[in-house]
Every structure is written in C-alpha cells, then in structure tokens.
T-cell receptor
Framework: AQTVTQSQPEMSVQEAETVTLSCTYDTSESDYYLFWYKQPPSRQMILVIRQEAYKQQNATENRFSVNFQKAAKSFSLKISDSQLGDAAMYFC????????????FGKGTRLHILP | DADVTQTPRNRITKTGKRIMLECSQT?????MYWYRQDPGLGLRLIYYSFDVKDINKGEISDGYSVSRQAQAKFSLSLESAIPNQTALYFCATSDFQGDNSPLHFGNGTRLTVT
C-alpha cells in the first residue's frame, strides 16, 4: 500500500528566508501525481503546487517550487522569500493515476514564520 | 460563492445523536469525497462516490454512512455520534480524468461530540 511521510511535524523560518518541507512516499506504481496543499488558520485547504511523476522538470508556482526525486521517492517543497501569510499547515498528497480512491495524505507539517 | 459548500460550519452534538453533514458543489464534478482530519493524523478518507449510483467505503467508514442525492450533493451521516468522532470533516470533489486534477475542498465542518 502507498504511504506518504512528512517527517517534520513543525518548522520555523525567518520572514524573507527560504525553507524546505520534506515529503517522502512509497509506491510500486509507475504513474502518479503529487500535490502540496496549504491549510491556513482559516482551515481552508488550498492547492499550492502539483507534479506529474512522468515529468522530470520540477514544478514551480511563483515563490513555491518542488524538488522531485522519483528514484528516491522524495517530493520536497521549497518556499522562497517566506511571508507571514505562508504560516500554515502543509500537507503532501499522493494520487494514483490508476485509481480515484488512492489519494493519500501525509500527516502534515506546521510552518511558523518568524517576523 | 464557494464551488464546494459544506454545512454546517461548526456543530456541537451529544453522544448518541444522529447528525448529518451536507455538501453541495457547483463544479460539475462526478467524484465526491468525505475526509476526516485529526491533529497529527492528516486527512483520512471516509467514503467516496464516483456518481450517484456508485458509493464506496474508504479507510475509516465504520460509524458513518453517506448518501449521494444528486450529482451535486453528497451528505455524510453519523447514525449515533460518539466522542471519538470529534474532528474536522472535509468534503472534496474532483474531475479526475487520468490527469493531475487536484481535489477541490469545501471549508470544512468542525464537529464536536460531547
């Protein structure tokens, strides 16, 4: 069965600095998708970035980028120029390309931004 | 207006009561999901539905039931609520077509069972 592991329950970063959140996953499937979701105190779940497993190029969305290492089954999120509004819980998620029900979430990393 | 709407936003109920959480969507998606979020456990899948006639159990379905009244409506029921069902509940939709479609979430229902 697939699993998603976020090994850092909490992290802190100084405002304007760069921080990297870790995510590893385990799967025997060859095709899948990976996502990072942000959950601010408002508790809304917001899609931050997505990555297709068949693409070698790392996804980027403004200040957010990923380091996708397929062989290592690693999918880390880098936030550059951290802002106070980035403070949130971040969830890594795995979605199978073969089954709709296989959308698996990690346990989350709470990110604190220090002013 | 939100594309995925959950009601109520918050609910406090007593042990043994029956309660229904409702979800409606205007995105036209066929796939709808109910997740439960607990601190330190992430999101866990309770039930999912691929269309009105297709409902499936997820990882933690015991103690819950669902109804897909229409393509746009998917409700979650707790037949006899218990305190360990206190959690944040999310409804989500998707238009998965074999691409990288994400889940689209409602704003959640915080349920407290006393």
């Amino acid at each position: 069965a697939q699993t998603v592991t976020q090994s850092q329950p909490e992290m802190s970063v100084q405002e304007a600095e760069t921080v990297t959140l870790s995510c590893t996953y385990d799967t025997s499937e060859s095709d899948y998708y990976l996502f990072w979701y942000k959950q601010p105190p408002s508790r809304q779940m917001i899609l931050v970035i997505r990555q297709e497993a068949y693409k070698q190029q790392n996804a980027t969305e403004n200040r957010f980028s990923v380091n996708f290492q397929k062989a290592a089954k690693s999918f880390s999120l880098k936030i550059s120029d951290s802002q106070l509004g980035d403070a949130a819980m971040y969830f890594c998620a795995y979605r199978s390309a073969y089954r709709d029900d296989k959308i698996i979430f990690g346990k989350g990393t709470r990110l604190h931004i220090l002013p | 207006d939100a594309d995925v709407t959950q009601t109520p936003r918050n609910r406090i109920t007593k042990t043994g009561k029956r309660i229904m959480l409702e979800c409606s969507q205007t995105k036209g998606h066929d796939r709808m999901y109910w997740y439960r979020q607990d601190p330190g456990l992430g999101l866990r899948l309770i039930y999912y539905s691929f269309d009105v006639k297709d409902i499936n159990k997820g990882e933690i379905s015991d103690g819950y039931s669902v109804s897909r009244q229409a393509q746009a409506k998917f409700s979650l029921s707790l037949e006899s609520a218990i305190p360990n069902q206190t959690a944040l509940y999310f409804c989500a939709t998707s238009d998965f077509q074999g691409d990288n479609s994400p889940l689209h979430f409602g704003n959640g229902t915080r349920l407290t069972v006393t």
